[in-house]
């Protein structure tokens, strides 16, 4: 059973950045973490999980919600078993739990009938991410 941990959490000032980590591990047999995309949801209070950023096995395919366009960046390093999340110029409206999730279908990202938040089927446990004004 994949299993997903994220670390760099915590509270930053309006402007200010922050470095989300997500280790990954329990793989089943030859399937290390090169082969599932892996990606980034939050969820504010009151709010609908969102998906918010993803990448390809690879790496070479990332997307973004509008959201956090220019300001987020995912990584990866399949070497570490660990995605990334680069957080910049944060707003008081980033301010959310967040969460590392994994899937072996890229198309599991993508909200179309269904919320990506229902399809994607690991996930990590969150880590509180507070940006104040």
């Known amino acids: 059973q994949l299993q997903l941990v994220e670390s760099g959490g915590g509270l930053v000032q309006s402007g200010g950045s922050l470095r989300l980590s997500c280790a990954a591990s329990g793989f089943g047999s030859g399937f290390g973490f090169r082969y599932y995309t892996a990606g980034w949801f939050r969820q504010a209070p009151g709010k609908e999980r969102e998906v918010i950023s993803y990448?390809?096995?690879?790496?070479?395919?990332?997307k973004y919600a509008d959201s956090v366009k220019g300001r987020f960046i995912i990584s990866r390093d399949n070497a570490k078993n660990t995605v990334y999340l680069q957080m910049n110029s944060l707003k008081p409206e980033d301010t959310a739990v967040y969460y590392c999730a994994a899937d072996m279908v890229f198309q599991h990202f993508i909200d179309s009938d269904y919320p990506a938040s229902t399809l994607v089927d690991y996930w990590g446990k969150g880590t509180q991410v507070t940006v104040s004004s």
């Open positions: 990448i390809s096995t690879s790496g070479t395919t990332i």
